[in-house]
T-cell receptor, first 114, second 115 residues
Framework: AQSVSQHNHHVILSEAASLELGCNYS??????LFWYVQYPGQHLQLLLK??????LVKGIKGFEAEFIKSKFSFNLRKPSVQWSDTAEYFC????????????FGSGTQLTVLP | GAGVSQTPSNKVTEKGKYVELRCDPI?????LYWYRQSLGQGPEFLIY????????DSGLPNDRFFAVRPEGSVSTLKIQRTERGDSAVYLC?????????????FGSGTQLSVL
């Protein structure tokens, strides 16, 4: 079975700082990778996803993530964070082409100070 | 509706009672998922429906948990003989067809508290 590790539980940044959130997964085959975000008081929503092709994927609100297969990683980045990026971020993985069973990491709480 | 709707938003019950949690997915979505999120954790998969049938129920923790989707739209998650450890946010999500690279549309969840 697959698993996901998010090593940063809580990250605090000032506005305009750069962001990188770590995500590593464990699975022996081909995977689809996702980052979901949960803003305060809102439901989970998709930030970006990778399933094939260019390993650098761009999502909403200026976020991007890079799939590095050799490192089993899918780190999330943003060059300059804003106060409105304060949220909880979840990395998730599912095996490609199989019955859907999305496995989530434990999440990273990002707090951006104004 | 415009999004995935879950009712109730909050449910407080006593240990040993039976509860039902409802999910109304986005119209036309054939795939429906239930997840459970405990405090400080990411969502944990419970069950996946494709149409009316449970295509994968491997995440249900034990036989006290059961879910149905009789007409391929609304789903109900049923928990018998609730225990304090069942306290969590129960999330429902849907997607158009259920292919593995599709994004999930989540509801706001039901916060279940077992006293």
């Amino acid at each position: 079975a697959q698993s996901v590790s998010q090593h940063n539980h809580h990250v605090i940044l000032s506005e305009a700082a750069s962001l990188e959130l770590g995500c590593n997964y464990s699975y022996g085959g081909t995977v689809n990778l996702f980052w979901y975000v949960q803003y305060p008081g809102q439901h989970l929503q998709l930030l970006l996803k990778y399933f094939s092709g260019d390993p650098l994927v761009k999502g909403i609100k200026g976020f991007e993530a890079e799939f590095i297969k050799s490192k089993f990683s899918f780190n999330l980045r943003k060059p300059s964070v804003q106060w409105s990026d304060t949220a909880e971020y979840f990395c998730a993985v599912t095996p490609s082409g199989s019955a859907r069973q999305l496995t989530f990491g434990s999440g990273t709480q990002l707090t951006v100070l104004p | 509706g415009a999004g995935v709707s879950q009712t109730p938003s909050n449910k407080v019950t006593e240990k040993g009672k039976y509860v039902e949690l409802r999910c109304d997915p986005i119209s036309g979505h054939t795939a429906l998922y239930w997840y459970r999120q405990s405090l400080g954790q990411g969502p944990e998969f419970l069950i996946y429906f494709q149409g009316t049938g449970a295509a994968d129920d491997s995440g249900l923790p034990n036989d006290r948990f059961f879910a149905v989707r009789p007409e391929g739209s609304v789903s109900t998650l049923k928990i018998q003989r609730t225990e304090r450890g069942d306290s969590a946010v129960y999330l429902c999500a849907s997607s158009p067809t259920g292919v593995s690279n599709e994004k999930l549309f989540f509801g706001s969840g039901t916060q279940l508290s077992v006293l």
